[in-house]
């Protein structure tokens, strides 16, 4: 069965930084598309970004690029948020996916395209 399970959230103030981690277990990690999606209370969830098997190429939801970046290890069944510049706007919990398929097009985007996920972290940021 497979695990996903994040951690590496807190309490930042405006302008500071996180890293999330993602640990994926009980299944093949590298055949795995990953996704980062977060929800702030009150609102859907939405796509923060994704990184495809081999981490070759990444996707970033536009309001983000810049600040956030994704990466993966395959030999530690990882993937990263790196998340700089954070602000109030960013306060969610995060959450991350894996995709046996790589997606096409705009399911890159979308929550429903994803097959496994993780309990998420939060993440709060202060002004």
Same mark, same amino acid.
């Given at each position: !069965?497979? !695990?996903?399970?994040?951690?590496?959230?807190?309490?930042?103030?405006?302008?500071?930084?996180?890293?999330?981690?993602?640990?994926?277990?009980?299944?093949?990690?590298?055949?795995?598309?990953?996704?980062?999606?977060? !929800?702030?209370?009150?609102?859907?969830?939405?796509?923060?970004?994704?990184?495809?098997?081999?981490?070759?190429?990444?996707?970033?939801?536009?309001?983000?690029?810049?600040?956030?970046?994704?990466?993966?290890?395959?030999?530690?069944?990882?993937?990263?948020?790196?998340?700089?510049?954070?602000?109030?706007?960013?306060?969610?919990?995060?959450?991350?996916?894996?995709?046996?398929?790589?997606?096409?097009?705009?399911?890159?985007?979308?929550?429903?395209?994803?097959?496994?996920?993780?309990?998420?972290?939060?993440?709060?940021?202060?002004?």
């Amino acid at each position: !069965q497979v !695990q996903v399970v994040e951690s590496g959230g807190g309490s930042v103030q405006a302008g500071g930084s996180l890293r999330l981690s993602c640990v994926v277990s009980g299944g093949t990690f590298s055949r795995y598309a990953m996704g980062w999606f977060r !929800q702030a209370p009150g609102k859907e969830r939405e796509f923060v970004g994704a990184i495809r098997r081999r981490g070759d190429s990444t996707y970033y939801a536009d309001s983000l690029k810049g600040r956030f970046t994704i990466d993966r290890d395959n030999a530690k069944n990882t993937v990263y948020l790196q998340m700089n510049s954070l602000n109030p706007e960013d306060t969610a919990t995060y959450y991350c996916a894996a995709d046996r398929n790589t997606p096409y097009g705009d399911d890159w985007y979308r929550p429903n395209e994803y097959d496994y996920w993780g309990q998420g972290t939060q993440v709060t940021v202060s002004s």
